[in-house]
């Protein structure tokens, strides 16, 4: 047997701790659900005999198996949903399923190798909940509206017929996906593509929702559901977890993610928290959309420096008397002062974040 520590998320320990003794039968095989501090994120564990963890190779009569790693996989989203409820505006991250640690001191060391994103995605996306809208549609009534709408379409040549008719197809699911995007997306942060999972799928889309703004994005729903009642059908999933906006790349370490972003923002090794922000600034005026309309990248280039502050704001947050930053000369990217800010020492000290 081969204990190790599973990791469902990661929360913010600043607020009111989840009471996980509350939670009815624990987390996976009923072992006692845990957290693990670093500074001021923390991890809910539990106990995993990683031996009996592992799925069948292919080929494999495992059917008793797989439906203990579903059960399993059930029970990780029940904890994460559990965790979304319980540290309410404050937020959650879900790791992914099967993300494990040999132990409590190795778990540490995981916050800490990847503190500036975790805790970057903790600042983003406090209050916020993932919601998920399917669309499917009948593929052949679809096809029977077209040729009733443009007979035209329709010829001796079959194969000439079957490219303008699925041309035709794919402009509609086009107009269709947009329009329904157009009543979704002004409610929402930000959204994210999933693969579809059926060939009647046209849409499966999550979107980053602030709590506040679900009774507005429930009725917006409700109303596009209503719109296309006669051509579509819907399913509303949600609220979930964040698992479609968090990537968390765990072999980039803090000094990798702070000197691209501080790059990104064309900001010298020291820099004041004013310059800091008149830099961040300046590039959101350049790259705007707005001000570039003829720019397909702009908008991408405009998140990407949003996310580069972000992660700089959150080093910057992390490092002792950062309400006092006009104290401050200015703050060091240099790869020992960022490294060095993220050391834990023998006994797991825990370092206060100190809030601006």
Known sequence: MQVKRFIYATIDNQSDMPDLASYPGGGIDAAPLATVSYRDIAAVVSSLDVDQFALALPGEIATEKQDCHNERLLKYQQVNLFLLKQTGSHGMLPLKFGFTANNDQEVMRVLEQAYIQL?????????????????????????????????GLTGSDP?????????????????????????????????????????????????????????????????????????LTFRYIGPLPIYSFVNIELNQGNFALVDKSRKLLQLPEKASWQSIKTAYRQLIVTHHPDKNPDDPQAAKRTKDVIAAYEIIKAYCQSLPGFGEAEKHDAFSFAQEAVEQAFIVDDKGALLARVKG
């Open 159 to 231: 194969v000439q017929t079957g490219r303008l008719l699925f041309e035709a197809a794919e402009f509609k699911k086009g107009k269709i996906v947009a329009a329904i995007h157009g009543k979704l997306s002004a409610l929402s942060k930000d959204y994210s593509d999933a693969p579809l999972k059926a060939e009647a799928m046209i849409l499966n889309r999550s979107y980053l929702v602030g709590k506040d703004k679900e009774p507005l994005f429930d009725d917006a729903v409700n109303a596009v559901a209503t719109e296309f009642e006669a051509a």
């Open 119 to 151: 805790r970057t995605h903790l600042d983003r996306l406090q209050g916020t909940m993932e919601l998920v809208i399917q669309t499917s549609w009948e593929l052949p009534k679809i096809l029977q509206e077209i040729v009733k709408d443009n007979p």
